[in-house]
């Protein structure tokens, strides 16, 4: 299979977070008035599903290692189409929050293996280069998946929505079965303890750097996402289709800064092209805080949002390749550690963002202060690390 098939493969099944997530979008509101609930338990329905994702890709990408890339897969694909089906039937607030739990928790397979399988088969600029192929593939759903819950929902209800969710993991697990060959020889796995692979990846202290990083875009990213769709639809008072093109909008503009990286990575390489995309998302972000300070309206708060999400896609590639360097043969453990920073912190925070109201300047604030911290960091401790790695054994990959 060509590179550029397995990358398709591979966004495909990238994709669990992202329609985990903006499928059912548009029908929180609705879901919140069907259980009697709070727009705040509705929210934590995807909190759970986000909290599930991180925890599972800490034990999936680990046994990816030891076990292989296709039997972790292949199990947590199918269940994640059993709990979508789960999800569908659930009475009650409670039950939707545990079943929603064990969904992300299994669909972070397709996640953190696919970064793993991604590390397997490519270095330095060419990963990234891969990775970029992976993330516009896989930004097919936050493109598609928004429209299309947006529509279907005055038809089928956010119950309905969570029955497509099934449908769609059956397809991932046929095509995971029969298209996706294995990428980890026997002799390449790891055969010791999950507990002291962490360890070896911890005590490198640039990873360490890169994990803070993505913490911190954990946090903008999910505050984004479970504050965004009441903001557009509350404060601004957008109905659900609408809505939906909004979104995926922005998702589009993800894909925008994940080619422009693609085609420009190998003048100017990965380090600098990070730097480039943390710093104007940090930019951005601050942009989009000053027009909802001075209530400048829709386009001006959609404008720099729609610059952050180009910042977003550019940089994300090159973080990824540059954590990943050093750690070829715990691809998956890395790659967990990674995925986990993203997706366990920015849950812990949402809560919090939401006791101030799911306003715009509640989802700007908190995203300005995560994009500056992770700008600082990469300037202050991310690059003057990178330099010191390519003076110790220069390759255009870091460059």
Same mark, same amino acid.
């Given at each position: 299979?060509s590179?550029?098939?397995v990358?398709?493969?591979?966004?495909?099944?990238e994709?669990?977070?992202p329609i985990?997530?903006?499928?059912y979008m548009p029908?929180l509101p609705?879901?919140?008035?069907?259980?009697g609930t709070?727009?705040?338990?509705?929210?934590?329905?995807?909190?759970a599903c986000?909290l599930?994702?991180a925890?599972?890709?800490l034990?999936?990408?680990p046994?990816?290692d030891?076990?292989?890339?296709?039997k972790?897969?292949?199990?947590g694909?199918g269940?994640?189409?059993?709990?979508?089906l789960?999800c569908?039937?659930t009475p009650?607030i409670?039950?939707?929050?545990a079943?929603?739990?064990?969904?992300?928790l299994c669909?972070s397979?397709?996640i953190?293996?696919?970064?793993a399988? $991604?590390?397997? !088969?490519? %270095?330095?600029?060419? &990963?990234v280069?891969? /990775?970029?192929?992976?993330?516009?593939?896989? +930004?097919i759903?936050?493109i598609?998946?928004?429209?299309?819950?947006?529509?279907?929902?005055?038809f089928m209800?956010?119950?309905g929505?969570f029955?497509v969710?099934?449908?769609?993991?059956?397809l991932?697990?046929?095509?995971?079965?029969?298209s996706?060959?294995e990428?980890?020889?026997?002799e390449?796995?790891?055969?010791?303890?999950s507990t002291?692979?962490f $360890?070896v990846v !911890?005590k %490198?202290?640039?990873? &360490?750097?890169f994990l /803070?990083v993505?913490a911190?875009?954990?946090v +903008?990213?999910f505050t984004?996402?479970?504050?965004i769709?009441f903001?557009l639809q509350?404060?601004?008072?957008?109905?659900?289709q609408?809505?939906s093109?909004c979104?995926?909008a922005?998702?589009?503009m993800?894909?925008v800064g994940?080619?422009?990286?693609?085609?420009?990575?190998?003048r100017l390489g990965?380090?600098?092209?990070y730097?480039?995309?943390?710093?104007?998302?940090?930019v951005?972000a601050?942009?989009? &805080?000053?027009?909802v /300070?001075?209530d400048?309206?829709?386009?001006?708060?959609?404008?720099?949002l729609a610059l952050?999400?180009v910042?977003?896609?550019g940089?994300?590639g090159?973080?990824?390749a540059l954590?990943?360097e050093?750690h070829r043969?715990r691809a998956?453990t890395?790659?967990?550690l990674?995925?986990?920073?993203?997706?366990?912190?920015g849950?812990?925070v949402?809560?919090l963002?939401?006791?101030?109201?799911?306003?715009?300047?509640?989802?700007?604030l908190?995203?300005?202060?995560?994009?500056a911290?992770?700008a600082?960091?990469v300037?202050?401790?991310v690059?003057?690390?990178?330099?010191?790695?390519?003076?110790?054994s220069?390759?255009?990959?870091?460059a």
């Amino acid at each position: 299979m060509s590179l550029r098939r397995v990358a398709v493969v591979l966004g495909l099944l990238e994709m669990f977070g992202p329609i985990s997530m903006d499928l059912y979008m548009p029908t929180l509101p609705q879901l919140a008035g069907d259980l009697g609930t709070s727009d705040s338990l509705a929210q934590a329905t995807m909190s759970a599903c986000m909290l599930g994702l991180a925890l599972g890709q800490l034990v999936l990408g680990p046994l990816s290692d030891r076990y292989g890339r296709r039997k972790p897969l292949l199990v947590g694909v199918g269940l994640f189409a059993v709990l979508s089906l789960v999800c569908a039937i659930t009475p009650s607030i409670e039950l939707l929050l545990a079943a929603r739990f064990f969904q992300g928790l299994c669909g972070s397979a397709g996640i953190v293996i696919a970064i793993a399988v $991604a590390r397997d !088969l490519a %270095d330095g600029v060419e &990963l990234v280069r891969l /990775l970029a192929m992976l993330g516009t593939v896989g +930004a097919i759903a936050p493109i598609v998946a928004p429209v299309i819950g947006g529509q279907l929902a005055p038809f089928m209800g956010w119950r309905g929505i969570f029955a497509v969710l099934a449908g769609i993991g059956v397809l991932l697990f046929v095509l995971a079965l029969t298209s996706l060959p294995e990428s980890l020889p026997p002799e390449a796995r790891q055969v010791h303890g999950s507990t002291g692979e962490f $360890a070896v990846v !911890l005590k %490198d202290k640039l990873f &360490l750097c890169f994990l /803070l990083v993505g913490a911190f875009g954990g946090v +903008a990213f999910f505050t984004y996402l479970a504050s965004i769709s009441f903001v557009l639809q509350g404060s601004f008072s957008m109905s659900p289709q609408l809505f939906s093109v909004c979104f995926a909008a922005n998702a589009i503009m993800s894909v925008v800064g994940a080619q422009i990286n693609r085609l420009v990575v190998r003048r100017l390489g990965p380090a600098r092209m990070y730097t480039i995309g943390t710093t104007m998302g940090a930019v951005a972000a601050l942009a989009m &805080l000053v027009s909802v /300070l001075f209530d400048a309206g829709l386009v001006a708060l959609l404008v720099p949002l729609a610059l952050l999400m180009v910042a977003s896609g550019g940089s994300y590639g090159n973080g990824t390749a540059l954590a990943l360097e050093d750690h070829r043969d715990r691809a998956g453990t890395a790659a967990a550690l990674l995925g986990t920073a993203g997706f366990a912190v920015g849950p812990l925070v949402a809560p919090l963002v939401s006791l101030g109201g799911t306003s715009p300047l509640s989802m700007s604030l908190t995203m300005t202060v995560a994009y500056a911290l992770a700008a600082v960091l990469v300037w202050t401790l991310v690059l003057p690390r990178l330099r010191r790695r390519q003076a110790a054994s220069p390759e255009p990959s870091t460059a």
